[in-house]
């Protein structure tokens, strides 16, 4: 078994916290760019403005929503065969997670799609967060919690299913060739 530099526990944990990053980072940049050079601003109504506390309130929403789909897609890639099918199967796990779950229209049944699934709970604090009233949380408990258990699920499944070599479903790969025994030298 080949021994490498660094486990997995650190490793995807690691990985999944910079694809956080750089998504909130990018996120961000797009927000001030159309700021900046489309002169808008976040209407928030006349009833809250968009304070310190709803700002961080959204950040941390985002935060947290980043790690759960970072974790949750770094877990589902030990069962992506190869590079090229990576992104028709993560866009055909992602919209229609996105559409059950409530995002793009109300649902009815089961209610259980729009409460535990990833999307809405982050459509929900963040909309709260704009919304934020005097003395409401801040930030739903509810909505953290999915999305933590979202990410401590995806991690621990990315941990658990990792392997340093590739899994290609269908394909076995040749066994490697035995070095030859190295000859003993004469006299030793």
């Known amino acids: 078994m080949a021994s490498h530099a660094i486990a997995p526990v650190v490793l995807l944990p690691g990985t999944i916290t910079a694809t956080t990053l750089v998504a909130v980072l990018a996120g961000a940049v797009t927000v001030t760019a159309a700021l900046l050079f489309y002169g808008r601003h976040f ?11 709803g700002a961080a309130a959204i950040l941390i929403a985002l935060l947290l929503a980043g790690f759960a789909w970072s974790a949750t897609a770094t877990a589902l890639t030990s069962v992506i065969p190869t590079v090229e099918a990576a992104f028709p199967i993560l866009i055909l796990t992602y919209f229609p997670l996105v559409i059950v779950s409530g995002v793009l229209f109300a649902i009815s049944e089961p209610h259980w799609l729009s409460t535990y699934l990833p999307a809405q709970p982050l459509v929900d604090a963040v909309t709260n967060a704009v919304r934020q009233a005097p003395g409401t949380p801040f930030l739903d408990s509810r909505d953290v919690i999915v999305l ?41």
């Open 148 to 188: 933590a258990s979202w990410t401590v699920g995806g991690m621990l499944a990315a941990i658990l299913a990792f392997r340093w070599e590739p899994h290609r479903l269908g394909q076995r790969r040749a066994a490697r060739p035995q070095a030859a025994p190295v000859p003993a030298r004469p006299g030793a």
């Open 43 to 53: 209407d928030v109504g006349t009833a809250a403005d968009l304070t310190g506390r």
